[in-house]
């Protein structure tokens, strides 16, 4: 469905009750200390990366569609 809700130009946001699934690529914690700090994007910062990721697998899809050239498997 998401997919399909980027295609008619909308985007995932803050509080539309979406369940998204997201990497953290964080710093690794330091074992010697109790405590750490962290840096984040607020809610209202990641409609860009929603944006984005939609921009790029529909283009991904529409180059799949159009320009992939024919491959031929170890069977073939």
Known sequence: MSLE???VNGIDADLVGDIL???STTNASNPSS????IEFLFNN???FLFDATIQY???AIVNSMIAAETMRGQQN
């Open 45 to 47: 910062s990641t409609t």
């Open 5 to 7: 809700i980027g295609k």
């Open 57 to 59: 697998v529909e283009e």
């Open 21 to 23: 699934l997201e990497f």
């Open 34 to 37: 109790m405590t750490g700090a």
